[in-house]
């Protein structure tokens, strides 16, 4: 009888040790790689997904919030530039404000109506031109989707028959708020910057604005008294700065003799 043959495992070849130690370090690479989104997992997985479309659901209102605002002032402003004062009225709250340079506040829906005649007849007859642009928002909405600030800047053309056209720029600073589910104007806020003659341009021509209206005088005197160019006034900012959390609202202004500005 033939004895049995014992077999004796065959050691391993140098390569197959090489290629077995990659694998393992691959393996350990993998693991380190996971190991952050292991221990985030019991985070993520605390919020519920009715928790998660809560809040994807706030933020689509909030965006569609932001959409309503401006599309409201853009709105204003083709109305505005019209003469299309009824329409334009109609677009404040109850007891909503106007306020535009040094012409004082006007409060109500019919103050303001009567109020934008002075910038025209309705409809702005031949000859007259108001034509103000409104760029550069910047709109923040309120956590509870209620009320808002918008700050916009543009360029004016102004005319009306008899006069030179003038050209001008400014700031707009308002506040909206929500009645029912329709966004309209709390405050209507505009600054102009400067003002000059078309003609002569800013180097040669320096126009003041006009002062509050004898014929229909403003309900509140003007929220601030300044001076458009050469005066330099920096209305405050309605939002805070994006990076640093501060609030720009007491801002170093230039002297102004004029106006008795320190």
Known sequence: MRAKKTLHPRPPSRPAIEGLLTLMQLCSFGAAALC??????????QTSPETRL??????????EDQDSVENLQATFGFYFDKGLWNEAADLFARNGSFEYGLSGVYIG??????????????GLAQGYLNNHMMLQPIIIVA??????????????QLSEPGADGVWGVGIYENEYVKEGSVWKFAKFHFYPMAFTDYDKGWARSLLPMKGQSALFPPDKPP??????????????FSYKHPVTGKALTDLPQAADSVTGRK
């Open 54 to 63: 809560a809040t994807y659901r706030d933020r689509v209102a909030r965006l």
């Open 109 to 122: 829906q019919d103050r303001i109506r009567r109020a934008m005649l002075l910038f025209g007849p309705q």
């Open 36 to 45: 952050p989104l292991l221990l985030s997992a019991p985070a993520v997985a």
């Open 143 to 156: 956590s509870d989707g209620k009320t808002a600030t918008g700050r916009w800047q543009g360029p004016v």
């Open 223 to 236: 929220t601030v008294v300044y001076r458009s160019m050469p005066g330099n006034y920096i209305p405050p």
